[in-house]
Nanobody
Framework: QVQLVESGGGLVQAGGSLRLSCAAS????????MGWFRQAPGKDREFAAA????????SYAESVKGRFTISRNNTKNTVYLQMNSLKPEDTAVYYC????????????????WGQGTQVTVSS
């Protein structure tokens, strides 16, 4: 079993930045691909970013490409989501996810999920 704990959410003005962190435990972190998803009120959970086992391959949703950066530190068992140039439409609960398959998936079919952290962007 893998436990995921997100942190770093909060309230920020449009144009600002936040960095989300997700600490993993329970399995060798370097054997997990990681992803970030988000869910706004009344909407389905959607893909934001993903990274493979060793961090050499990343993927992003078109809506965040060029503004968000996913990275991982396998010695700290942590994945990050740096979010810049935030927009009100980025407001959502952000979820960290982990999967035993090596590639970062863009669909919400991950094996493990965190509880989520709220990000609110004011206009």
């Amino acid at each position: 079993q893998v436990q995921l704990v997100e942190s770093g959410g909060g309230l920020v003005q449009a144009g600002g930045s936040l960095r989300l962190s997700c600490a993993a435990s329970g399995r060798t972190f370097s054997t997990l691909s990681m992803g970030w998803f988000r869910q706004a009120p009344g909407k389905d959970r959607e893909f934001a970013a993903a990274i493979n086992w060793i961090g050499g391959r990343t993927s992003y949703a078109e809506s965040v490409k060029g503004r968000f950066t996913i990275s991982r530190n396998n010695t700290k068992n942590t994945v990050y989501l740096q979010m810049n140039s935030l927009k009100p439409e980025d407001t959502a609960v952000y979820y960290c996810a982990a999967d035993k398959r090596p590639f970062g998936l863009t669909t919400p079919t991950y094996d493990y999920w965190g509880q989520g952290t709220q990000v609110t962007v004011s206009s």
